[in-house]
């Protein structure tokens, strides 16, 4: 198993954001750090316009695997 690298670096945020942030981790039992970089990864996801999010061709993957012959049905 690799450690992923991490980069430091510092910035500012709203209180509200901070606090909202930090009970997301608190109810998901998860590190700060985790919800932070999906939050920047959802964020660079929606800002490149060319291609689809990771996990909409995801989902859209697993439903063509589990309903491909109910849409080949639907499409006659």
Do not use: C, N
């Not at 991490?6 to 909202?20: D, G, H, M, N």
């Amino acid at each position: 198993m690799t450690i992923p690298v991490r980069e430091k670096f510092s910035s500012r945020a709203a209180p509200e954001v901070l606090a909202a942030l930090r009970q997301i981790t608190a109810h998901q039992g998860r590190q700060f750090q985790a919800v932070l970089d999906e939050a920047l990864r959802d964020y660079i996801d929606r800002q490149q316009k060319e291609r689809p999010r990771r996990h909409v061709m995801a989902a859209f993957a697993s439903s063509l695997d589990d309903f491909d012959r109910l849409y080949r049905e639907l499409a006659k």
